[in-house]
Protein backbone atom coordinates (compact mmCIF):
# COMPACT_ATOMS: atom_id res chain seq x y z
CA UNK A 1 0.00 0.00 0.00
CA UNK A 2 1.46 3.18 -0.83
CA UNK A 3 2.12 6.01 1.72
CA UNK A 4 1.16 9.40 0.07
CA UNK A 5 2.81 11.48 2.40
CA UNK A 6 5.98 9.26 2.31
CA UNK A 7 6.39 9.34 -1.48
CA UNK A 8 5.56 13.15 -1.72
CA UNK A 9 8.12 14.08 1.25
CA UNK A 10 10.70 12.66 -1.39
CA UNK A 11 10.52 16.00 -3.54
CA UNK A 12 12.17 18.43 -1.94
CA UNK A 13 9.52 21.35 -2.62
CA UNK A 14 6.95 18.96 -1.33
CA UNK A 15 8.48 18.56 1.74
CA UNK A 16 8.95 22.25 2.29
CA UNK A 17 5.38 22.71 1.64
CA UNK A 18 4.61 19.78 4.36
CA UNK A 19 6.42 21.92 6.81
CA UNK A 20 5.22 24.74 6.45
CA UNK A 21 1.78 22.97 7.09
CA UNK A 22 3.13 21.49 10.21
CA UNK A 23 2.82 18.23 9.42
CA UNK A 24 5.06 15.58 10.62
CA UNK A 25 7.43 14.18 8.20
CA UNK A 26 8.59 10.88 7.62
CA UNK A 27 11.92 9.66 6.53
CA UNK A 28 11.75 9.72 2.92
CA UNK A 29 13.87 7.00 2.64
CA UNK A 30 13.11 3.58 3.77
CA UNK A 31 13.94 2.47 7.44
CA UNK A 32 16.60 -0.03 7.12
CA UNK A 33 15.24 -3.10 7.30
CA UNK A 34 17.63 -6.86 7.66
CA UNK A 35 16.97 -8.18 4.14
CA UNK A 36 16.31 -11.81 4.72
CA UNK A 37 18.01 -14.41 7.15
CA UNK A 38 19.93 -13.40 10.13
CA UNK A 39 23.42 -13.04 9.28
CA UNK A 40 26.77 -13.33 11.78
CA UNK A 41 27.64 -9.79 11.61
CA UNK A 42 24.81 -7.52 10.99
CA UNK A 43 27.24 -5.15 12.39
CA UNK A 44 29.77 -5.45 9.72
CA UNK A 45 32.26 -2.86 10.23
CA UNK A 46 29.52 -0.02 11.78
CA UNK A 47 31.00 2.27 14.07
CA UNK A 48 29.35 1.92 17.32
CA UNK A 49 29.89 3.95 20.90
CA UNK A 50 29.35 2.86 24.14
CA UNK A 51 29.65 4.45 27.48
CA UNK A 52 28.89 4.71 31.26
CA UNK A 53 30.32 4.95 34.41
CA UNK A 54 33.53 2.93 34.96
CA UNK A 55 31.34 1.02 37.50
CA UNK A 56 28.89 -0.39 35.08
CA UNK A 57 28.07 -3.72 36.17
CA UNK A 58 27.38 -4.86 31.61
CA UNK A 59 30.36 -3.40 30.46
CA UNK A 60 31.85 -6.88 29.58
CA UNK A 61 28.54 -8.12 28.25
CA UNK A 62 28.10 -5.32 25.72
CA UNK A 63 31.65 -5.25 24.52
CA UNK A 64 31.34 -9.13 23.64
CA UNK A 65 27.86 -8.55 22.00
CA UNK A 66 29.15 -5.34 19.73
CA UNK A 67 32.77 -7.05 18.81
CA UNK A 68 30.85 -10.46 17.94
CA UNK A 69 28.44 -8.72 15.63
CA UNK A 70 31.43 -6.93 13.98
CA UNK A 71 31.10 -3.36 14.76
CA UNK A 72 34.33 -0.96 15.58
CA UNK A 73 34.16 0.84 19.11
CA UNK A 74 33.90 4.34 20.08
CA UNK A 75 34.88 4.36 23.60
CA UNK A 76 33.00 8.21 25.31
CA UNK A 77 35.42 9.40 28.24
CA UNK A 78 35.43 6.67 31.65
CA UNK A 79 34.18 3.83 29.10
CA UNK A 80 37.65 4.03 27.62
CA UNK A 81 39.28 2.75 30.96
CA UNK A 82 37.04 -0.47 31.00
CA UNK A 83 39.36 -3.12 30.34
CA UNK A 84 36.28 -5.30 28.87
CA UNK A 85 35.82 -3.38 25.65
CA UNK A 86 40.11 -3.42 24.88
CA UNK A 87 39.36 -7.07 25.59
CA UNK A 88 37.02 -7.67 23.51
CA UNK A 89 37.85 -5.18 20.41
CA UNK A 90 41.51 -6.68 20.71
CA UNK A 91 39.55 -10.54 20.54
CA UNK A 92 38.16 -9.82 17.31
CA UNK A 93 39.83 -7.44 15.58
CA UNK A 94 38.35 -4.22 16.58
CA UNK A 95 40.39 -2.03 18.86
CA UNK A 96 39.07 0.28 20.66
CA UNK A 97 39.07 4.40 19.89
CA UNK A 98 38.85 6.43 22.65
CA UNK A 99 36.56 9.24 22.53
CA UNK A 100 35.84 12.63 24.56
CA UNK A 101 32.94 13.72 26.31
CA UNK A 102 32.35 16.41 23.52
CA UNK A 103 32.73 15.04 19.99
CA UNK A 104 35.53 17.24 18.62
CA UNK A 105 34.98 16.00 15.03
CA UNK A 106 32.38 15.09 12.81
CA UNK A 107 31.29 11.13 12.46
CA UNK A 108 28.46 8.76 11.82
CA UNK A 109 27.45 6.10 14.26
CA UNK A 110 25.07 3.17 13.66
CA UNK A 111 24.47 3.03 17.59
CA UNK A 112 25.22 4.65 20.81
CA UNK A 113 24.47 1.92 23.97
CA UNK A 114 24.92 3.11 27.36
CA UNK A 115 25.67 1.39 30.69
CA UNK A 116 23.42 2.92 33.24
CA UNK A 117 23.46 -0.30 35.39
CA UNK A 118 25.22 1.59 38.47
CA UNK A 119 23.49 5.20 38.25
CA UNK A 120 21.76 5.23 41.60
CA UNK A 121 20.50 8.66 42.24
CA UNK A 122 19.41 12.02 40.46
CA UNK A 123 22.35 13.37 40.58
CA UNK A 124 24.05 10.85 38.92
CA UNK A 125 21.73 10.30 35.60
CA UNK A 126 23.75 13.54 34.49
CA UNK A 127 26.10 10.41 33.28
CA UNK A 128 24.16 9.93 30.70
CA UNK A 129 22.85 13.27 30.27
CA UNK A 130 26.39 14.55 29.55
CA UNK A 131 26.62 11.40 26.99
CA UNK A 132 23.54 11.53 24.98
CA UNK A 133 23.30 15.05 25.03
CA UNK A 134 26.69 15.70 22.82
CA UNK A 135 26.82 12.47 20.91
CA UNK A 136 23.30 11.81 19.71
CA UNK A 137 23.28 14.15 16.77
CA UNK A 138 26.31 11.95 15.66
CA UNK A 139 23.83 9.32 15.31
CA UNK A 140 23.00 8.17 11.50
CA UNK A 141 19.39 7.50 9.64
CA UNK A 142 17.99 4.41 10.94
CA UNK A 143 20.46 4.72 13.96
CA UNK A 144 19.64 2.99 17.39
CA UNK A 145 20.07 4.17 21.19
CA UNK A 146 20.06 1.70 24.00
CA UNK A 147 20.13 2.34 27.51
CA UNK A 148 20.79 -0.98 29.74
CA UNK A 149 19.68 -0.53 33.34
CA UNK A 150 18.21 -2.54 36.64
CA UNK A 151 14.64 -2.58 37.28
CA UNK A 152 13.32 -0.51 39.95
CA UNK A 153 11.40 -3.39 41.84
CA UNK A 154 15.23 -4.37 42.66
CA UNK A 155 16.14 -1.03 44.16
CA UNK A 156 17.68 -1.35 47.44
CA UNK A 157 16.23 2.83 48.29
CA UNK A 158 14.04 5.05 47.08
CA UNK A 159 16.50 7.31 45.87
CA UNK A 160 17.48 4.02 43.64
CA UNK A 161 13.95 3.46 42.32
CA UNK A 162 13.59 7.11 41.28
CA UNK A 163 17.04 6.66 39.15
CA UNK A 164 15.82 3.47 37.69
CA UNK A 165 12.50 4.73 36.93
CA UNK A 166 13.57 7.78 35.17
CA UNK A 167 15.18 5.73 32.25
CA UNK A 168 12.04 5.05 30.82
CA UNK A 169 11.03 8.25 30.62
CA UNK A 170 14.12 9.26 29.04
CA UNK A 171 14.54 6.83 26.51
CA UNK A 172 10.49 7.25 25.79
CA UNK A 173 11.20 10.90 24.68
CA UNK A 174 14.93 10.50 22.73
CA UNK A 175 12.82 7.62 20.88
CA UNK A 176 10.57 10.93 19.88
CA UNK A 177 13.83 12.77 19.08
CA UNK A 178 15.15 10.42 16.83
CA UNK A 179 11.86 9.28 15.19
CA UNK A 180 12.36 12.28 12.63
CA UNK A 181 15.76 10.26 11.00
CA UNK A 182 14.11 7.12 11.46
CA UNK A 183 16.18 6.09 14.64
CA UNK A 184 15.15 4.81 17.41
CA UNK A 185 16.04 4.22 21.41
CA UNK A 186 15.28 0.83 23.40
CA UNK A 187 15.47 0.29 27.51
CA UNK A 188 16.74 -2.51 28.46
CA UNK A 189 16.24 -3.68 32.51
CA UNK A 190 18.18 -6.68 33.47
CA UNK A 191 17.12 -8.45 36.50
CA UNK A 192 20.23 -9.66 38.69
CA UNK A 193 21.23 -12.83 37.96
CA UNK A 194 19.69 -12.04 33.46
CA UNK A 195 23.38 -11.12 32.70
CA UNK A 196 23.68 -13.70 30.28
CA UNK A 197 20.65 -12.87 28.89
CA UNK A 198 21.50 -9.96 27.40
CA UNK A 199 23.75 -10.78 24.16
CA UNK A 200 20.39 -12.05 22.16
CA UNK A 201 18.52 -9.27 22.77
CA UNK A 202 21.00 -6.57 22.35
CA UNK A 203 21.71 -8.02 19.67
CA UNK A 204 18.50 -7.74 18.16
CA UNK A 205 17.97 -4.66 19.02
CA UNK A 206 21.38 -3.23 17.48
CA UNK A 207 20.21 -4.91 13.87
CA UNK A 208 18.23 -3.59 11.18
CA UNK A 209 15.45 -5.73 12.01
CA UNK A 210 14.34 -3.88 14.96
CA UNK A 211 14.00 -1.04 12.67
CA UNK A 212 10.04 -0.60 13.88
CA UNK A 213 10.63 -0.56 17.68
CA UNK A 214 10.57 2.63 19.04
CA UNK A 215 10.40 4.19 22.83
CA UNK A 216 9.98 0.24 24.62
CA UNK A 217 11.51 -1.23 27.53
CA UNK A 218 12.44 -4.65 27.73
CA UNK A 219 12.34 -6.90 31.34
CA UNK A 220 14.91 -9.41 30.93
CA UNK A 221 14.83 -12.59 33.72
CA UNK A 222 16.19 -15.48 34.83
CA UNK A 223 12.42 -16.83 35.07
CA UNK A 224 12.64 -19.35 32.42
CA UNK A 225 16.18 -21.69 32.42
CA UNK A 226 18.49 -21.26 30.11
CA UNK A 227 18.52 -23.61 26.84
CA UNK A 228 20.40 -26.75 26.94
CA UNK A 229 22.09 -26.18 23.55
CA UNK A 230 24.35 -23.44 22.42
CA UNK A 231 22.56 -19.96 21.48
CA UNK A 232 22.81 -19.63 17.62
CA UNK A 233 23.27 -16.38 15.87
CA UNK A 234 22.03 -17.61 12.35
CA UNK A 235 19.78 -20.03 11.02
CA UNK A 236 18.35 -19.97 14.82
CA UNK A 237 15.15 -21.64 14.61
CA UNK A 238 16.83 -24.26 12.45
CA UNK A 239 15.02 -27.52 12.99
CA UNK A 240 12.23 -25.92 15.18
CA UNK A 241 9.01 -26.83 14.22
CA UNK A 242 6.42 -24.13 14.35
CA UNK A 243 2.67 -23.38 14.56
CA UNK A 244 1.60 -20.27 12.56
CA UNK A 245 -2.03 -19.71 12.49
CA UNK A 246 -3.22 -17.02 9.92
CA UNK A 247 -0.70 -17.38 7.81
CA UNK A 248 -2.54 -16.91 4.58
CA UNK A 249 -1.79 -13.41 4.11
CA UNK A 250 -0.66 -10.02 5.86
CA UNK A 251 1.14 -10.66 8.77
CA UNK A 252 1.00 -14.63 8.53
CA UNK A 253 2.79 -14.98 5.13
CA UNK A 254 5.09 -12.83 6.23
CA UNK A 255 5.99 -14.48 9.23
CA UNK A 256 6.01 -17.86 7.75
CA UNK A 257 8.92 -16.47 4.78
CA UNK A 258 11.17 -15.12 7.79
CA UNK A 259 10.62 -18.43 10.20
CA UNK A 260 11.34 -20.60 7.07
CA UNK A 261 14.05 -18.47 6.01
CA UNK A 262 15.26 -18.94 9.30
CA UNK A 263 15.25 -22.89 9.25
CA UNK A 264 11.75 -23.62 10.84
CA UNK A 265 9.35 -26.33 9.96
CA UNK A 266 5.73 -24.67 9.60
CA UNK A 267 2.74 -25.88 10.07
CA UNK A 268 0.47 -23.30 8.66
CA UNK A 269 -3.38 -22.90 9.17
CA UNK A 270 -5.79 -20.76 7.84
CA UNK A 271 -9.73 -21.32 7.36
CA UNK A 272 -10.80 -23.72 4.53
CA UNK A 273 -11.76 -20.43 2.63
CA UNK A 274 -8.41 -19.19 2.31
CA UNK A 275 -7.16 -22.89 1.62
CA UNK A 276 -6.12 -21.77 -2.21
CA UNK A 277 -3.75 -18.82 -0.53
CA UNK A 278 -2.24 -21.23 1.93
CA UNK A 279 -0.90 -23.39 -0.42
CA UNK A 280 0.21 -20.85 -2.92
CA UNK A 281 2.77 -19.51 0.68
CA UNK A 282 3.32 -23.46 1.91
CA UNK A 283 4.71 -24.16 -1.63
CA UNK A 284 7.05 -21.52 -1.62
CA UNK A 285 8.71 -22.90 1.84
CA UNK A 286 10.70 -26.02 2.09
CA UNK A 287 8.79 -28.47 4.34
CA UNK A 288 5.89 -26.73 5.25
CA UNK A 289 2.66 -28.52 6.10
CA UNK A 290 -0.71 -26.85 6.17
CA UNK A 291 -4.01 -27.58 8.23
CA UNK A 292 -7.14 -25.91 6.97
CA UNK A 293 -9.32 -25.33 10.09
CA UNK A 294 -11.50 -22.42 11.37
CA UNK A 295 -9.86 -21.79 14.56
CA UNK A 296 -13.62 -21.43 15.84
CA UNK A 297 -14.59 -25.02 15.00
CA UNK A 298 -14.43 -26.89 18.63
CA UNK A 299 -12.05 -29.73 16.41
CA UNK A 300 -9.52 -27.25 15.64
CA UNK A 301 -7.07 -28.04 18.46
CA UNK A 302 -7.22 -32.07 17.74
CA UNK A 303 -6.46 -31.40 14.30
CA UNK A 304 -3.53 -29.09 15.07
CA UNK A 305 -2.52 -31.89 17.39
CA UNK A 306 -2.78 -34.54 15.36
CA UNK A 307 -0.71 -32.83 11.96
CA UNK A 308 1.94 -31.63 14.62
CA UNK A 309 2.31 -35.18 15.66
CA UNK A 310 2.07 -36.97 12.02
CA UNK A 311 4.74 -34.53 10.49
CA UNK A 312 6.79 -33.19 13.14
CA UNK A 313 6.30 -35.63 16.11
CA UNK A 314 5.78 -32.12 18.39
CA UNK A 315 5.76 -28.77 18.47
CA UNK A 316 8.68 -26.35 19.36
CA UNK A 317 6.54 -23.24 19.06
CA UNK A 318 3.27 -21.43 18.18
CA UNK A 319 2.54 -18.08 16.80
CA UNK A 320 -1.12 -16.74 17.81
CA UNK A 321 -1.96 -15.01 14.85
CA UNK A 322 -5.42 -15.56 13.74
CA UNK A 323 -7.53 -13.11 14.63
CA UNK A 324 -10.26 -10.92 13.11
CA UNK A 325 -12.19 -6.84 13.67
CA UNK A 326 -15.55 -6.50 13.44
CA UNK A 327 -16.03 -2.94 14.12
CA UNK A 328 -19.04 -1.03 15.33
CA UNK A 329 -19.39 1.64 18.51
CA UNK A 330 -20.74 -0.61 21.60
CA UNK A 331 -24.18 0.72 21.54
CA UNK A 332 -24.49 -0.32 17.50
CA UNK A 333 -22.52 -3.84 18.05
CA UNK A 334 -25.04 -6.43 17.47
CA UNK A 335 -24.29 -9.75 19.92
CA UNK A 336 -22.62 -11.99 17.07
CA UNK A 337 -20.09 -9.04 16.26
CA UNK A 338 -18.69 -9.31 19.82
CA UNK A 339 -19.02 -13.06 19.78
CA UNK A 340 -17.11 -13.25 16.78
CA UNK A 341 -14.32 -11.22 17.95
CA UNK A 342 -13.94 -12.88 21.36
CA UNK A 343 -14.34 -16.18 20.36
CA UNK A 344 -11.39 -16.16 17.63
CA UNK A 345 -9.29 -13.48 18.93
CA UNK A 346 -9.28 -15.09 22.37
CA UNK A 347 -11.55 -17.80 23.98
CA UNK A 348 -9.93 -20.12 20.50
CA UNK A 349 -6.36 -19.35 22.18
CA UNK A 350 -7.06 -20.88 24.74
CA UNK A 351 -8.62 -24.32 23.39
CA UNK A 352 -5.55 -24.63 21.11
CA UNK A 353 -3.21 -23.76 24.23
CA UNK A 354 -4.87 -26.73 26.57
CA UNK A 355 -4.86 -29.32 23.73
CA UNK A 356 -1.15 -28.26 22.57
CA UNK A 357 0.39 -28.18 26.19
CA UNK A 358 -1.03 -31.61 26.68
CA UNK A 359 2.25 -34.00 25.26
CA UNK A 360 2.19 -31.26 21.62
CA UNK A 361 4.29 -28.50 22.86
CA UNK A 362 7.77 -29.60 23.83
CA UNK A 363 10.11 -28.57 26.50
CA UNK A 364 12.45 -25.28 26.15
CA UNK A 365 9.01 -24.00 23.61
CA UNK A 366 8.11 -20.45 22.97
CA UNK A 367 4.70 -18.88 22.65
CA UNK A 368 3.79 -15.43 21.16
CA UNK A 369 0.16 -14.49 21.17
CA UNK A 370 -0.95 -11.36 18.92
CA UNK A 371 -1.90 -8.80 20.70
CA UNK A 372 -2.43 -5.19 19.46
CA UNK A 373 -2.08 -1.40 20.94
CA UNK A 374 -5.63 -1.09 20.56
CA UNK A 375 -5.55 -4.15 23.78
CA UNK A 376 -3.81 -1.29 25.85
CA UNK A 377 -4.95 1.97 24.52
CA UNK A 378 -8.24 0.91 23.35
CA UNK A 379 -10.08 2.61 19.99
CA UNK A 380 -13.29 3.73 19.14
CA UNK A 381 -16.01 1.11 17.81
CA UNK A 382 -13.18 -1.56 19.02
CA UNK A 383 -14.65 -3.01 22.25
CA UNK A 384 -14.99 -5.73 21.28
CA UNK A 385 -11.49 -6.09 19.51
CA UNK A 386 -9.82 -4.37 22.18
CA UNK A 387 -11.18 -6.25 25.33
CA UNK A 388 -9.99 -9.52 23.27
CA UNK A 389 -6.38 -8.12 22.17
CA UNK A 390 -6.33 -7.03 25.95
CA UNK A 391 -7.84 -10.39 27.15
CA UNK A 392 -4.97 -12.04 25.23
CA UNK A 393 -2.14 -9.81 27.48
CA UNK A 394 -4.12 -11.11 30.73
CA UNK A 395 -3.13 -14.82 29.19
CA UNK A 396 0.29 -13.80 28.18
CA UNK A 397 0.78 -12.78 31.90
CA UNK A 398 -0.79 -15.76 33.64
CA UNK A 399 0.94 -18.64 31.49
CA UNK A 400 4.20 -17.42 31.61
CA UNK A 401 4.94 -18.21 34.98
CA UNK A 402 2.94 -21.63 34.92
CA UNK A 403 5.68 -22.86 31.97
CA UNK A 404 8.61 -21.34 32.96
CA UNK A 405 10.20 -24.38 34.60
CA UNK A 406 9.65 -26.24 31.56
CA UNK A 407 12.41 -23.67 29.90
CA UNK A 408 9.01 -22.31 27.76
CA UNK A 409 8.70 -18.27 27.39
CA UNK A 410 5.40 -16.66 26.53
CA UNK A 411 5.05 -13.19 25.05
CA UNK A 412 2.63 -11.11 23.36
CA UNK A 413 3.61 -9.07 20.42
CA UNK A 414 1.56 -5.63 20.03
CA UNK A 415 1.16 -3.93 16.37
CA UNK A 416 0.45 -0.28 15.81
CA UNK A 417 -0.62 0.66 12.13
CA UNK A 418 0.76 -1.79 10.02
CA UNK A 419 0.70 -1.41 5.93
CA UNK A 420 -2.02 -4.93 5.32
CA UNK A 421 -5.78 -5.17 3.33
CA UNK A 422 -7.25 -4.75 6.93
CA UNK A 423 -5.12 -1.40 7.32
CA UNK A 424 -6.10 -0.37 3.84
CA UNK A 425 -9.94 -0.11 4.25
CA UNK A 426 -9.80 2.40 6.57
CA UNK A 427 -11.11 5.66 5.51
CA UNK A 428 -7.76 7.45 3.69
CA UNK A 429 -7.99 10.85 6.18
CA UNK A 430 -7.87 8.31 9.41
CA UNK A 431 -5.47 6.29 8.33
CA UNK A 432 -3.12 9.34 7.21
CA UNK A 433 -3.40 10.15 10.60
CA UNK A 434 -3.08 6.64 12.32
CA UNK A 435 0.08 6.58 10.57
CA UNK A 436 1.83 9.68 11.50
CA UNK A 437 0.65 8.99 15.29
CA UNK A 438 3.87 7.57 15.72
CA UNK A 439 7.63 8.54 16.38
CA UNK A 440 8.63 7.28 13.14
CA UNK A 441 5.75 8.93 10.96
CA UNK A 442 5.07 6.25 8.64
CA UNK A 443 3.33 2.77 9.27
CA UNK A 444 4.75 -0.27 9.74
CA UNK A 445 5.25 -3.42 7.28
CA UNK A 446 4.14 -7.02 8.20
CA UNK A 447 7.59 -7.81 8.25
CA UNK A 448 8.22 -5.66 10.92
CA UNK A 449 6.26 -7.91 13.17
CA UNK A 450 7.52 -10.90 11.55
CA UNK A 451 11.27 -10.45 12.77
CA UNK A 452 9.80 -9.71 16.42
CA UNK A 453 8.04 -12.86 16.31
CA UNK A 454 11.31 -14.59 14.72
CA UNK A 455 13.32 -13.09 18.17
CA UNK A 456 10.68 -14.30 20.30
CA UNK A 457 10.75 -17.83 19.14
CA UNK A 458 14.53 -18.01 18.73
CA UNK A 459 16.28 -19.57 22.12
CA UNK A 460 18.12 -16.46 22.53
CA UNK A 461 14.47 -15.01 23.69
CA UNK A 462 14.91 -16.62 26.93
CA UNK A 463 15.14 -14.01 28.92
CA UNK A 464 11.81 -12.40 28.24
CA UNK A 465 8.70 -13.80 29.31
CA UNK A 466 5.25 -12.60 30.67
CA UNK A 467 5.60 -9.80 28.18
CA UNK A 468 3.82 -7.37 25.89
CA UNK A 469 6.38 -6.05 23.42
CA UNK A 470 4.99 -3.32 20.82
CA UNK A 471 6.12 -2.93 17.63
CA UNK A 472 4.55 0.21 16.54
CA UNK A 473 7.01 2.93 16.08
CA UNK A 474 6.23 4.50 18.72
CA UNK A 475 2.18 4.79 18.14
CA UNK A 476 1.40 7.29 20.98
CA UNK A 477 -2.00 5.63 21.39
CA UNK A 478 -1.39 3.85 25.07
CA UNK A 479 2.12 5.01 25.35
Known amino acids: MSDFLLDLSSNKRARATIQR ?27 VLVAGPVSGELHGVIAGTVA ?39 GRYRALVFDASTLDTAEELRALYDVVHFWIRSLDKSGRLVILGRPVSEATDVRQAGARGALEGFVRSCAKELGRKGSN ?34 DLTATVKAPSAPIPRTRVLDGKAILLTGAARGIGKATAKRLAAEGAKLLLLDRPADGELLAEV ?32 GLDGVVHNAGVTRDKTIGKMKPALWDMTLDINLAAINRINETLLDGVLRDESRIVLLSSIAGIGGNVGQTNYAASKSGVIGVTQ ?23 RLTAAIPVATREVARRLANL ?27 VHRVCGGNLMGA
Open 282 to 313: ANGLDGAEIVLADVTDPEAPTLIAEAARKHFG
Open 21 to 47: LGLPIPMPESLRRGRGALVERPLHDAK
Open 68 to 106: RAGAEFGAIESAQEVAAYAEAGEAYGRPVKALPLEPTAK
Open 398 to 420: ALAPLLAKRGIAVNAIAPGFIET
Open 185 to 218: ATLIRVAKGAEDRVEPLLRFLLSPESAYISGQPF
Open 441 to 467: SQGGLPVDIAEMAVFLLSPGAFGLTGS
